[in-house]
Every structure is written in C-alpha cells, then in structure tokens.
C-alpha cells in the first residue's frame, strides 16, 4: 500500500531541497573560486578538480543507493545525504590546505549522490509509480533555480563576509534543507530477489538498458562540457557575459512548459523532442561566427534543451522498465553519465584549445547525430513491445 502524501506540499518542500542543494553544492564554485584563488593561492583547476573528485564518488557510490533506499528509506537517505553536504562545507571553511579541501570534496560527493535528483526520484517513483511523472517535472522546476538564486546569493555574501564565513552560512541552510525534507514519507524500497543479469531481466529490457546507458551518457557529456565552457563560447561570440541569463531562462521555461502539458507528452516523446533539437540548436551555435544574433538564440535554446535531459533522464525509465525496479536500474545505469560529467569539462577545454570554440561545436554537432540515432532506437524498441501490449489486452 503506497504512502499517503500531500504532492503540492511534498513537491514544494522536495523542490526547495533541490533547490538548495544544489545551490551549496555543484554551483558554489562558481561563485567562490575567484574569492579563492586571491585568497589561498591555489590556481582555478585545483579548486574545480574538488567538484570532479565529488562527481566521480557520485559515480562509485550509484550502486548502492538503492540498497540504501531499502533498508533506511527515501527520507532518511536523502535527509542524510543533505546533512553530508552540509557537514562538507563546514570542512571547506576550515581547510586551509588542498588535501582538506579535497576531502571535503569527497564527503560532498557521497552527500550529493544521496540527495540530489536521482535518489529523490527514486523514492518518488517508489511512492507515486508512473504517477511520479509530474511531481518530478514540478521538482527539477524548483531545482532548476539553483544557479539563478545562489550565484548571485554567493556574490552578495562575499561582499560582506569572508568566503569561510559564506561557507558557514550555506551549512546552515543545509539544516533548513534538511528539515525540508522531511516531508517525504519515508517508505522503503520493496526487497527483490537480485536478477540474474543486473542489467536486465526481461528480454525486451535488455537492448532498452544499454541504449538507455549509452543516450543518457553521451547526452551529458555534451550538455555538461556545453553548460562549463558557456562564457568562452559567448565572449567569442562577441557578445556580454549577461547573455549568459538567456541559458537559464530558457531552462526554466522549458521545464514549465513540460508540467504545463502534463500526461499530454509521454516521456518518450519528450525524448526525442529533446534529442532532435540538439543539432539544430548547435548549427544556429555553429552559425554564430557569421550571424551574432544566432549565439544568443544558442544559449536560449540550449538552455532549454538542458533543462529538459534532466526530466528526460528522470522520467524515461518509467516507461522503459517497471517502477519497482526503477531505483536498481537507475543506480546501475547512470554510472557512465556520471563519470562523463566528470571528465567532460576538462575534454571540453582540450577541443576548445585544439579546435576553437566553433570547431568544438562541429564535434559536439556529430555527437548530437548519435544522441538523435540512439533515441530513435529506444523509440522503436519501444513501440515494439508496446504493440504486443495492446494487442493482448484488446484481445476477446
């Protein structure tokens, strides 16, 4: 028997979760790096390689969360994993050397894997099934304005306080985050007997897992090497760092236009809205270097189509497998996104420096041709079984 829950309430205290921690987590850097580098001498590689050494726990840590999931709860893992990041920015403020700040780094990345999108997705999908649909467009709105709201947050604090006294204060808002959080009921994963092949247990499910794997990976490397190198690409463009606002405008209207149109448009069809735009979007990016107004409509449009592999990513694999099972395939599956999102940024900066910044997007360009081919095959395997489905529920 599912939990009773109050989604409007529950969606906007999980949505200000996300909000946050994703604030004092993946986008603090962004705005204390510089503060950093005056002030400790380290150099802006060093400070961002703390962000990829978290994503790459990110990555080792996916297998076991939805065992996590089942013996504690979603509450108590996502609580836990907010608290973590909150203990690691206290840790941060009182590093005085690269190996403390580095661990706190580590510790970070554990927090965030428990707490961030994936594992509050799964305990939502445990509780809601394909109901969840919405609440997880409703959450990635709220977590959507995390840069918009702690970047310029950030900057604001370290104009009045030293960046460790910042630090201090975005612990405590990990309390409040945590206190949030506790709204989610916390129901446990069901306990399954584990499959045979952990990447699939029924025929059909095979081929959609790894197309699955493969599309979500290679997706994020091109959105998150795209969303990293934004400010070289439109200084050169020519145009001022505010278009980069352009990006999260458009990340935010996508995402609303998504809980707008609700179980009109099926995840699969958001899928390949998303990944048939992305090479146009990047020939109008590639155009820049002719027509200047066309940078603009990239960052625009791209936003948007960032804003929408996120929902894609989180919603896809309730039609691809079974809700119950959501949690084990997500935590194995996105393994490979997760090491991309590592490693792209610094890929991202080799192809800018040894292509420029338009020939990087020719590369992105073809990557895009793949990410396109790769949805149209979930597609179709999809509606091949779906056609069995229907013939035998219609049937006398």
Avoid at 64 to 88: D, E, N, P, Y
Avoid at 167 to 192: D, K, W
Avoid at 197 to 217: G, K, Q, S
Avoid at 234 to 256: E, F, S, Y
């Amino acid at each position: 028997m599912k939990t009773p829950a109050a989604p409007r309430l529950l969606s906007l205290a999980a949505g200000s979760n996300q909000l946050i921690n994703w604030g004092i987590s993946f986008y603090m850097p962004g705005t204390f790096a510089r503060t950093l580098v005056t002030d400790t001498g380290w150099s802006s590689p060093q400070i961002y390689l703390g962000l990829t050494l978290a994503m790459l726990v990110m990555a080792a840590v996916s297998p076991f969360v939805a065992r996590l999931l089942t013996h504690f709860g979603g509450q108590r893992v996502v609580m836990c994993g907010t608290l973590l990041i909150s203990v690691s920015c206290l840790i941060m403020a009182e590093s005085h050397s690269l190996a403390g700040w580095y661990c706190a780094w580590l510790l970070a990345g554990v927090g965030m894997r428990l707490s961030l999108y994936d594992a509050l997705f799964a305990s939502l999908v445990n509780l809601y099934g394909q109901n969840a649909r919405r609440m997880i467009s409703r959450v990635t709105l709220a977590g959507g304005l995390a840069s918009a709201v702690f970047w310029p947050l950030g900057a604001a604090l370290l104009t009045i306080m030293s960046w460790r006294e910042a630090l201090l204060i975005y612990a405590l808002f990990g309390l409040v985050s945590a206190a949030l959080i506790r709204e989610l009921p916390n129901q446990t994963l069901a306990v399954r007997t584990p499959p045979k092949n952990p990447v699939a247990t029924r025929p059909h499910e095979r081929l959609n897992a790894w197309l699955y794997a493969a599309f979500i990976a290679l997706i994020t490397f091109v959105s998150n090497g795209t969303s990293t190198h934004l400010p070289e690409f439109i200084a050169n463009a020519g145009l001022p760092v505010a278009i980069g606002m352009l990006w999260g405008i458009g990340q935010t209207g996508a995402r609303l236009l998504d809980v707008m149109a609700g179980a009109k448009l099926t995840p699969t069809q958001l899928m390949l809205i998303t990944a048939f735009a992305m090479p146009l979007c990047f020939l109008l990016g590639i155009s820049s270097s002719v027509f200047i107004e066309s940078a603009a409509g990239f960052v625009l449009g791209y936003g948007a189509i960032n804003g929408l592999v996120t929902i894609v990513k989180a919603t896809l694999p309730l039609e691809l497998f079974a809700p119950e099972d959501y949690a084990q395939r997500t935590g194995l599956l996105l393994i490979p996104a997760q090491l991309m999102a590592a490693i792209s940024p610094f890929a991202y900066a080799g192809l800018n420096k040894a292509l420029g910044v338009i020939g990087s997007m020719w590369v992105s360009w073809g990557l895009t041709l793949i990410i396109g081919g790769l949805a149209a095959g979930i597609a179709v395997k999809q509606k091949q079984h779906s056609l069995p489905a229907q013939a035998e529920s219609t049937a006398p």
